[in-house]
T-cell receptor, first 115, second 111 residues
Framework: NAGVMQNPRHLVRRRGQEARLRCSPM?????VYWYRQLPEEGLKFMVY????????ESGMPKERFSAEFPKEGPSILRIQQVVRGDSAAYFC?????????????FGPGTRLLVL | TQLLEQSPQFLSIQEGENLTVYCNSS?????LQWYRQEPGEGPVLLVT?????EVKKLKRLTFQFGDARKDSSLHITAAQTGDTGLYLC???????????FGAGTRLFVKA
């Protein structure tokens, strides 16, 4: 049973370009969460999605960032016009059911470097 | 704003020693999780505690949830080099969807 998959594992972008991060949840999981981790820090919640719906995006910056989880295909976290401060590790997690208390399984992350 | 503070931030010990790391908050959580994260990887869930005063054991790891559900501890007995990693606590509260993470304790076990 494959775990949560994220690609690319590493992404380098120049300032002003777009970054697109993909997350395929575990089989049978319809809930996806995105987190950002800066060096030497814990994970910061960004957004929680179910299929075709954004449930909670309170942790996501209102400008330049967007997320989707279409009916078919992976969840996408999109960052437009990237800046150096966007450099971080972005983790996706998935769960079978909704919170509370539902175990979240994490992917290996995408490390974004903005030059 | 709910915060989880972890201590110590960094811990370096010899193989075979015991250690305890802490996770504290001024807020009450309905459940609390402990994760271990290795370099270049995502966090891996170790345990979830949900009842105040609960103690769970996972081989050499003992997890405790405070009676008031505001704090937790992780005790490792006879540490091994394979225990090296970043230990993260995360709290969840009903009524919302966010999981709040602490900044982590970075453990290094020397052979």
């Amino acid at each position: 049973n494959a775990g949560v998959m994220q690609n690319p594992r590493h992404l380098v972008r120049r300032r002003g370009q777009e970054a697109r991060l993909r997350c395929s949840p575990m089989k049978g999981h319809s809930h996806v969460y995105w987190y950002r981790q800066l060096p030497e820090e814990g994970l910061k919640f960004m957004v929680y999605l179910q299929k075709e719906n954004i449930i909670d995006e309170s942790g996501m910056p209102k400008e330049r960032f967007s997320a989707e989880f279409p009916k078919e295909g992976p969840s996408i976290l999109r960052i437009q016009q990237v800046v150096r401060g966007d450099s971080a590790a972005y983790f996706c997690a998935s769960s079978r059911d909704s919170p509370p208390g539902e175990t979240q399984y994490f992917g290996p992350g995408t490390r974004l470097l903005v030059l | 704003t709910q915060l989880l503070e972890q201590s110590p931030q960094f811990l370096s010990i010899q193989e075979g020693e015991n250690l305890t790391v802490y996770c504290n908050s001024s807020s009450v959580f309905s459940s609390l999780q402990w994760y271990r994260q290795e370099p270049g990887e995502g966090p891996v869930l170790l345990v979830t505690v949900v009842t105040g005063g609960e103690v769970k054991k996972l081989k050499r790891l003992t997890f405790q949830f405070g009676d008031a559900r505001k704090d937790s501890s992780l005790h490792i007995t006879a540490a091994q080099t394979g225990d090296t990693g970043l230990y993260l606590c995360a709290g969840y509260n009903t009524g919302g969807f966010k999981t709040i993470f602490g900044a982590g304790t970075r453990l290094f076990v020397k052979a």
